[in-house]
Nanobody
Framework: QVQLVESGGGLVQAGGSLRLSCAASGSAVWGNTMRWYRQAPGKQRELVATITRSGITNCVDNVKGRFAISRDIAKNTVYLEMNSLKPEDTAVYYC???????????WGQGTQVTVSS
């Protein structure tokens, strides 16, 4: 059974930094596409960053240059490094594991990030 556990969220002032972690069990992060999404109050869940099975990373335009996704294969964990945080980054951040072979998605429980102005 695949489980994803996020951690690292919290309250930070604008301009600050946080690092989110997503610890996976039941499947290897290197064998799947891993993504971070976020959902702000009253808004749809949106994609933030992706790391493919081959390790190619991408962040969406509105966080590019501020956020970075990475993985630690030994720890089976994916990270989202967030710098220069803005109030509009406030959201619940979710980790997603996409099994390409089965076209199946798994989600973590989410971690709250709040950026004060």
């Amino acid at each position: 059974q695949v489980q994803l556990v996020e951690s690292g969220g919290g309250l930070v002032q604008a301009g600050g930094s946080l690092r989110l972690s997503c610890a996976a069990s039941g499947s290897a992060v290197w064998g799947n596409t891993m993504r971070w999404y976020r959902q702000a109050p009253g808004k749809q869940r949106e994609l933030v960053a992706t790391i493919t099975r081959s390790g190619i990373t991408n962040c969406v335009d509105n966080v590019k240059g501020r956020f970075a996704i990475s993985r630690d294969i030994a720890k089976n964990t994916v990270y989202l490094e967030m710098n220069s945080l803005k109030p509009e980054d406030t959201a619940v951040y979710y980790c997603n594991l996409h099994q390409v072979a089965f076209s199946r998605d798994y989600w973590g429980q989410g971690t709250q990030v709040t950026v004060s102005s």
